[in-house]
């Protein structure tokens, strides 16, 4: 190497603020992209302005669950497919509190799928993230909802069969107010769609793909994570204001990546307070609604 | 602490179980209720979201159970008192958050107002057949406290005590009512807010940086609490954690871990007694009964003593822990015991295995879908004094 040690340790990496640096090292394998969309997190919460104990962040179960217990802000690691209804009952007890559910798309789109439509139909003011390897990475590569066909899994030894996800098309139809699709290859646009999203008020949805080099990429004789990153840069085509039926993903084809949908909506608890306060008049107590407006 | 006067609807009401369990909860300071439609359930969650826009808090109908039962920790987590009310194939689908309450450690309340089971059962009609399940429904070793109330009246009491035990004790208390309670309308006087003593919140005294999740500061083994939003910028996990709430992926931290979460309750046993005796000095036969079918067993017991028998009559308004203490104090003392409930025998064991043998023990069985005839009771009485 080029440069000396010394010169490395001296530099402050702007993430480690951000960092529970007594947790460390993390449990992900060489290779792995959830750390990089970690990183790009920090630098989003960093010029996002937030306040940030005021920010709390919820992961359910897999590897890219354990980002919550590696951030250093108020952080809850609660059960499979389950960390955005825990984080509905955090906002809307605490509407102050900036919610962010950190997960996997295992954990989100099989076990979860539920929670994550109804949420998303409801506008509940969130910011979910998540990382999509193709993947149950934590219990040694299963097949999920997001694998493309044609890619083997130890439960679909010969390939599987099933049609997965279009996750943006998803949340799109479910209501989702900011939805975005990045790689791990595009640090710079997934950070700022990060801020936005987390500046974004009512249910914001970013997919990060990022490579699972351990049980997704050897598995299929796809090579190491930097060849994964390799093939993000080369078949990515940015598409902002793409139609969300148009963005599905195939196996190791093209990526549409992009901002697909920011719009407008009342979130949940806005809906609820001008609601009561029409129907119920000066009976109703307003609720997580400082000085009688936002 | 009191209760909050704009809260509490002090006076004397005509009303059903499942509506006065909602006046004691809103009474003892929930604000945070998530819940799903299930019979016979689901008049207390009408009742909530009826009434808590004019309280100040949150209702939300949530898409199931898993949900509701892991979005009211999400509450108590921000700050809240929460709770969340089923009957059975819902609480068969909360059992893994009640795990999660219980590891993490959240104080909060599911209300259970049984119904026929198994599986989808006799949803208009009585059971009390989650006994067990309240005791040991979800995986792993864990304590909690369930309280079972035999009128409206004690929906509304006993309501109240749930939610200050689940404070005291950092642990998922369930409240084990009935189809036949719920929906039955009886006269019910709610108290002056000044006069309902209202368990708040232990917050932590440390400053962030000093204070860790799971450090007991006293002999309770209770942890204080933080709240999202702080700036203690605390972790916890469903993992086996240590004092910092980080996960420690080994057999010491487990076995410190679950001892503590057994052990808070076992130390704090004699204190959560809470039963009503009638006639057990000098009884031959003690009858031992919770929620509804105690007010059958009152009758039976009535015309057994009738006959000139003596007979006494313990009834659990805390039904977990059990009272192990005062049921092997009058093992020996008594003939036998005559335990009739509403499922194939399911506390009964608890009190076979309270009095190891010294006296014998009747279990007085019924299925569900009603409550027993007194007879039923009457005939096992007199069988047992035999």
């Known amino acids: ?294 | 602490m009191k209760a909050d006067p704009k809260a509490v609807l002090t006076g004397i009401h005509f009303m059903d179980g499942d509506h006065a369990c909602c006046e004691g909860a809103i009474a003892a300071g929930c604000r945070f209720v998530a819940g799903y439609p299930i019979t016979p359930s689901t008049e207390v969650v009408e009742r909530f979201a009826q009434r808590i826009p004019t309280v100040g808090g949150v209702f939300i109908q949530m898409e199931d159970e898993i949900a509701s039962s892991i979005a009211i920790q999400g509450a108590v987590w921000a700050g809240l008192k929460a709770m969340t009310v089923t009957s059975g194939p819902g609480l068969s689908l909360m059992m893994e958050h009640v795990g999660l309450a219980a590891m993490l450690e959240t104080p909060c309340v599911f209300v259970d107002v049984q119904r026929g089971g198994p599986s989808t059962g006799l949803p208009t009609l009585p059971g009390q057949a989650d006994m067990m399940q309240a005791r040991w429904g979800s995986h792993g070793d864990y304590s909690i406290i369930a309280l079972s109330p035999n009128s409206p009246q004690e929906c509304f009491d006993l309501m109240i005590k749930a939610f200050n035990l689940a404070e005291i004790y950092r642990v998922p208390v369930f409240f084990m009512m009935d189809e036949v309670v719920g929906h039955m309308t009886e006269r019910v006087v709610i108290p002056e807010a000044s006069e309902i003593e209202v368990v708040e919140r232990r917050y932590t005294t440390k400053k962030p940086g000093e204070y860790k999740p799971y450090e007991c500061e006293d002999d309770t083994l209770v942890p204080p609490m933080v709240k999202a939003g702080d700036g203690y910028r605390f972790h916890i996990t469903g993992l086996t954690h240590d004092e910092r709430g980080y996960p420690a992926m080994n057999a010491q931290a487990q076995d410190k871990l679950v001892r503590r979460l057994k052990e808070k309750i076992e130390r704090a046993k004699d204190k959560l007694v809470d039963i009503c005796e009638n006639g057990v000095d000098g009884a031959d036969v003690v009858v031992v009964s919770y929620g509804i079918t105690s007010r059958v067993a009152e009758a039976a017991v009535q015309m057994a003593r009738a006959k000139g028998a003596k007979i006494g009559h313990i009834r659990l308004r805390i039904v977990w822990p059990f009272p192990e203490k005062r049921i092997g104090e009058i093992a020996g003392k008594v003939k036998a015991f005559v335990v009739p409930e509403m499922n194939m025998g399911q506390m009964v064991l608890e009190v076979e295995r309270v009095s190891r043998g010294r006296s014998d023990v009747y279990c007085v069985p019924h299925a569900g879908g009603t409550v027993h005839e007194p007879e039923q009771i009457f005939e096992k009485i007199m069988e047992a004094l035999k």
């Open chain 1, 1 to 294: 190497m080029s440069v000396p040690q010394q010169a490395i340790t001296e530099i402050e990496n702007p993430v480690m603020p951000f960092l529970r640096q007594e947790r460390i090292p993390h449990i992900w394998c060489p290779g792995c992209g959830i750390g990089t969309t970690v990183n790009c997190f920090a630098r989003a919460l960093t010029e996002s302005g937030l306040d940030l104990d005021k920010v709390a962040i919820v992961s359910g179960i897999g590897c890219t669950g354990r980002v919550a217990g590696y951030l250093r802000l108020d952080s809850f690691h609660t059960t499979h497919g389950r960390p955005i209804p825990f984080a509905t009952g955090l906002k809307l007890a605490n509407p102050e509190l900036k919610v962010v559910v950190y997960s996997g798309d295992g954990d989100l789109f099989a076990i979860g799928g539920n929670h994550f439509i109804h949420a998303a139909r409801r506008n509940i003011d969130m910011t979910v993230i998540c990382v999509n390897n193709h993947t149950y990475g934590m219990t040694g590569g299963q097949v999920a909802p997001t694998t493309p066909i044609g890619a083997t899994q130890t439960t679909m030894p010969y390939g599987n069969f099933e049609e997965p996800f279009n996750l943006p098309f998803l949340a799109d139809a479910c209501g989702a107010v900011y939805v975005a699709r990045w790689t791990v290859y595009h640090v710079r646009q997934l950070a700022r769609a990060m801020k936005e999203a987390l500046l974004k008020k009512g249910f914001s949805f970013i997919e990060v793909l990022a490579p699972c080099p351990t049980l997704f990429l050897r598995r299929n004789r796809l090579g190491e994570g930097v060849d994964e990153v390799k093939y993000y840069k080369e078949k990515s085509v940015i598409k902002n204001g793409a139609d969300t039926k148009e963005v599905a993903l195939g196996y190791h084809s093209e990526i549409i990546v992009g901002k697909f949908v920011d719009r407008e909506r009342p979130t949940w608890l806005e809906a609820m307070n001008s609601h009561f306060s029409k129907v119920l008049g000066d009976k109703f107590v307003p609720w997580g609604v400082q000085n009688g407006q936002d």
